[in-house]
């Protein structure tokens, strides 16, 4: 039985830790080879080690989405170990601290927008000519329900999230006749480490946020995630697609 994904190679950004992790570990489980690229070296290692242990095909990559040189040389690096680059999920991304917009630090927006932004731009920037090239490819970017949705304290954040969804079409307008899909995932909030950092209250409201009545799971993500970059989803392009319980419904 042939998998999903066998002879395609990845590369996932921000792959040593939760989502991106997920994302990585549901790729390889179905026969894609992956490059977990991350700025947290020992995560890194220790992500790709699990994958290969399980029997996927896995690189670590220590790489920084903030630094385009860094990006250039992570898609260099899987064209250069695999081949080829298939498929991407552009999903490095960090939280930034919760401040009304009117007193947000200026050094966390700009490291908010120079990771969640800049980050998925330079990411794209390198890869969509290659997989131009190869006529064929399909990409995830990682937004938010924050993409469509504002949230108080959080002004770097949903900026960027927003950016992603319109960069995310066009982009897809630009590459949709060279083989080429992009789309988003906006997920609800999701247990991981990023969300752990929030006290137990904050948490609690989260939670109620969600009409399913609990946060999503890293796992909920990757799935459909996997299905935006398989061919089951040959006609989906240009959009952004929400795994939220419900939590943009209202
Ligand atoms: N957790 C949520 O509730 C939630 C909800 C919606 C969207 N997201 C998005 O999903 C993505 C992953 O989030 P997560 O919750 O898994 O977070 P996480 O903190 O568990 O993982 C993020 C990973 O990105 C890496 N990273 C951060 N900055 C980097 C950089 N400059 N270069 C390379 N790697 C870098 C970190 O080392 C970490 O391994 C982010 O884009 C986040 O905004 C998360």
């Known amino acids: 039985m042939s998998l999903e994904f066998e002879g395609k190679a990845a590369l996932v950004t921000g792959a040593a830790s939760g989502i991106g992790l997920a994302v990585a570990r549901r790729l390889a489980h179905s026969g894609a080879a992956v490059v977990v690229a991350d700025y947290d070296a020992d995560g890194a290692q220790l992500a790709a080690g699990e994958l290969e242990t399980a029997g996927g095909r896995a690189e670590p990559l220590v790489m920084d989405v903030t630094d385009p040189d860094s990006v250039r040389q992570a898609v260099r690096f899987t064209t250069d170990t695999y081949g080829s680059l298939d498929l991407a999920v552009n999903n490095a991304g960090v939280g930034g601290p919760s401040l009304p917009t009117g007193e947000y ?134 959009s952004y697609h929400l795994v939220d319980g419900a939590y943009s419904a209202r």
């Open 105 to 238: 630090d200026i050094a966390a927006w700009d490291r908010v927008i120079a990771t969640n932004l800049s980050g998925v731009f330079y990411c794209l920037r390198h890869e969509l000519p290659v997989m131009a090239q190869a006529g064929s490819g399909a990409i995830v970017n990682m937004s938010s329900i924050l993409g469509t949705n504002g949230f108080a304290g959080a002004p770097a954040y949903v900026a960027a999230k927003h950016a992603i969804v319109g960069l995310t079409k066009t982009a897809a307008l630009e590459y949709a006749d060279k083989g080429v899909r992009v789309n988003a995932v906006g997920p609800g909030f999701i247990d991981t480490p990023l969300l752990r950092e929030t006290d137990n209250p904050m948490r609690d409201r989260l939670i109620s946020l969600h009409p399913q009545g609990r946060l999503g799971t890293s796992e909920e993500v990757a799935e459909l995630t996997a299905f935006l970059l398989s061919d089951r989803a040959s006609f989906v392009q240009g």
